[in-house]
């Protein structure tokens, strides 16, 4: 079903294409991180990270407006760099794997804001609860590996959520509502949307 699913969206994308610069890009999940940063007391801000997940994007380097990114997360793969912190943080408290196995980012709207840089509107769905949040994206550059010759586009970003207003709401008093979160994402070019040539 997954797999009919994303045949289904890659169809969509290459109907309702309004430019021909458009080019479809996976993730490459080895040189991609999704981190987040989180106040433990005050004295620190702990890092964590998912290790599993997938994600595709449209994108056109002229036209920011055009582009259209999708992201799904395992909540099992959290790594905390330690067993105990894992183990509580995909605990019912917090992340709840067992029922909330998922965390979904579906983007609504680009709003540029400089020659590489934009305000990624979209809906973040975790733990039951889908909320409207903003990242922060710059485009860092677009181009052929040297070594694989595969065609990439790299993009940083940074946004901030509160775990509280998706119900996450354990322990506030000592780890902070604000959760700090940081991409890294490299794209691999999949195929070309519309009749531009490379």
Not at 38 to 61: M, P, W
Request: aromatic content about 10%; glycine content about 8%.
């Amino acid at each position: 079903m997954q797999n009919l699913a994303r045949c289904v969206l890659i169809v969509a994308i290459v109907c309702s294409a309004p430019t021909t610069g458009q080019e479809l890009y996976r993730f490459d999940t080895v040189h991609t991180q999704i981190l987040f940063f989180v106040s433990h007391l005050g004295f620190s801000n702990a890092q964590g990270e998912f290790l599993t997940f997938k994600g595709e994007f449209v994108f056109d380097e002229n036209r920011f407006s055009d582009t259209w990114v999708t992201v799904t997360i395992d909540t099992d793969s959290l790594d905390m760099d330690d067993s105990k912190w894992n183990n509580r943080l995909k605990g019912r408290k917090y992340f709840d794997v067992e029922n909330h196995p998922k965390i979904r980012f579906v983007s609504t709207r680009i709003e540029p804001t400089g020659p590489k840089t934009a305000n990624v509107h979209g809906d973040l769905t975790m733990l039951g609860v889908t909320k409207s949040v903003m990242l922060n994206m710059r485009f860092n550059r677009a181009g052929r590996h040297p070594l694989s010759q595969i065609y990439i586009a790299g993009f940083s970003g940074t946004s901030v959520i509160k775990r509280s207003e998706f119900g996450m709401t354990s322990d506030l008093k000592w780890v902070g509502d604000e959760v700090h979160i940081r991409l890294e994402v490299e794209g691999i070019l999949e195929q070309k949307v519309g009749n531009s040539q490379q």
